[in-house]
T-cell receptor, first 113, second 111 residues
Framework: EPEVTQTPSHQVTQMGQEVILRCVPI?????FYWYRQILGQKVEFLVS????????KSEIFDDQFSVERPDGSNFTLKIRSTKLEDSAMYFC???????????FGPGTRLTVT | EDKVVQSPLSLVVHEGDTVTLNCSYE??????LLWYKQEKKAPTFLFML????IEKKSGRLSSILDKKELSSILNITATQTGDSAIYLC???????????FGTGTRLTIIP
């Protein structure tokens, strides 16, 4: 069964550094998302992406964040100048056309020290 | 702002018991409600309920949407230790693509 995949599974970085989190959505899906979950808190929406552009973003998704689909398979989240409070599990999700079910990847645990 | 509240926050039952998890929501222009199971990491999709599909069933799991009460329940019958997980409820509004999640119910099944 097709799955969303994410790399790396765990990333440790120093405050102020840039990180890129990578996702490979399910192949026939057209809508892509990033969410994050700070330890012990709710899953929070960051951004959705469709047709090579951001279709919706939350207040969390400020200028520090950017997303890109550099080729036909990868979907990336870049965090510039990471802060301690960016430490969280970051989930990528995708959904097929005309169906609103979102399928999540296994997540990348980001630790900012 | 969309809001999702789940109860109870945690639940411990014995294997073989039946459990009911609750989710209530406040959302403008409701489109769908989704249930996910979160074990170690990723939320795994269980059900999606909409105005045109207010009841879903898969094996021992079933879910009902009550649009009048703005709530949903997730039932698990004959629970097994593998059902131990956090169960997440999320809602989606028309015109939006984001899911708004509740805090989840942590279900623990004791053998």
């Amino acid at each position: 069964e097709p799955e969303v995949t994410q790399t790396p599974s765990h990333q440790v970085t120093q405050m102020g550094q840039e990180v890129i989190l990578r996702c490979v959505p399910i192949s026939n899906h057209l809508y892509f998302y990033w969410y994050r979950q700070i330890l012990g808190q709710k899953v929070e929406f960051l951004v959705s992406f469709y047709n090579n552009e951001i279709s919706e973003k939350s207040e969390i998704f400020d200028d520090q964040f950017s997303v890109e689909r550099p080729d036909g398979s990868n979907f990336t989240l870049k965090i510039r100048s990471t802060k301690l409070e960016d430490s969280a599990m970051y989930f990528c999700a995708s959904s097929p056309p005309y169906v609103y079910e979102q399928y999540f990847g296994p997540g990348t645990r980001l630790t900012v020290t | 702002e969309d809001k999702v509240v789940q109860s109870p926050l945690s639940l411990v039952v014995h294997e073989g018991d039946t459990v009911t998890l609750n989710c209530s929501y406040e959302v403008t222009n409701f489109r769908s409600l989704l249930w996910y199971k979160q074990e170690k990491k990723a939320p795994t999709f269980l059900f999606m309920l909409t105005s045109s599909g207010i009841e879903k069933k898969s094996g021992r799991l079933s879910s009902i949407l009550d649009k009048k009460e703005l709530s949903s329940i997730l039932n698990i019958t004959a629970t097994q230790t593998g059902d131990s997980a956090i169960y997440l409820c999320a809602v989606e509004a028309s015109g939006n693509e984001k899911l708004t999640f509740g805090t989840g119910t942590r279900l623990t099944i004791i053998p």
